[in-house]
Nanobody
């Protein structure tokens, strides 16, 4: 079982950048694919990005493609999401999730963090 914790959320102006991170609490998730999802109030949880266990493959949702970059450092047991050119519509709680393979549906993931809030002001 993997327990995850996100960090790095905050308030940023539109056009700015922010990096959020995800790490396991106790143990490692180097054998797991990791994904980021986000959920804004009143909306469904949305796929943002995912990375394979090795870091060799990354996948992005259409709304963030070209602006966000996901990476991982298995030696440091961390996954990062670099968010650039942020827009007010990126405002949401961002969650990381882990599973054996990359998936794009939230319901397919068994392990979740508590989320970190990102607010983009216009």
């Amino acid at each position: 079982q993997v327990q995850l914790v996100e960090s790095g959320g905050g308030l940023v102006q539109a056009g700015g950048s922010l990096t959020i991170s995800c790490a396991p609490t106790g143990g490692t998730f180097s054998n797991y694919a990791v994904a980021w999802f986000r959920q804004a109030p009143g909306k469904e949880r949305e796929f943002v990005a995912a990375i394979s266990w090795s870091g060799g493959s990354t996948f992005y949702g259409d709304s963030v493609k070209g602006r966000f970059a996901m990476s991982r450092d298995n030696t440091k047991n961390a996954v990062m999401l670099q968010m650039n050119s942020l827009k007010p519509e990126d405002t949401a709680t961002y969650y990381c999730a882990a599973d054996a393979i990359v998936r794009k549906k939230a319901s397919d993931y068994d392990y979740w963090g508590q989320g970190t809030q990102v607010i983009v002001s216009s």
